[in-house]
Nanobody, 124 residues
């Protein structure tokens, strides 16, 4: 059974940092790109960052460039999203997903390859 479990969310003040983790099981983690997405209330799910399976190439949404860093540890079947200089507009539920293709478009990720999300709240 494919499972992706996010953790590390919480309440933080603006300017603070959080590190999200995405623990995966049930598939060959090293063969899959990992994407991080977020969805704020009343808004569509948007891509935040992704990292390829092959050479670790990373992509970021313009809104998080220079503040967020994605990484992965294939030995631990875990991906991370380090979030610094957080802003109130970063408040959302954050999801990780897996797909052979590294893309920020959530439509490419199969419905069975999503976690249930972790809530990040940034207070002003």
């Amino acid at each position: 059974e494919v499972q992706l479990v996010e953790s590390g969310g919480g309440l933080v003040q603006a300017g603070g940092s959080l590190r999200l983790s995405c623990a995966a099981s049930g598939f060959t983690f090293a063969d899959y790109a990992i994407g991080w997405f977020r969805q704020a209330p009343g808004k569509e799910r948007e891509g935040v960052s992704c990292i390829s399976s092959s050479d670790g190439t990373t992509h970021y949404a313009d809104s998080v460039k220079g503040r967020f860093t994605i990484s992965r540890d294939n030995a631990k079947n875990t991906a991370y999203l380090q979030m610094n200089s957080l802003k109130p507009e970063d408040t959302a539920v954050y999801y990780c997903a897996a797909d052979p293709l590294a893309t920020l478009d959530p439509q490419y990720y199969g419905m069975d390859y999503w976690g249930k999300g972790t809530l990040v709240t940034v207070s002003s």
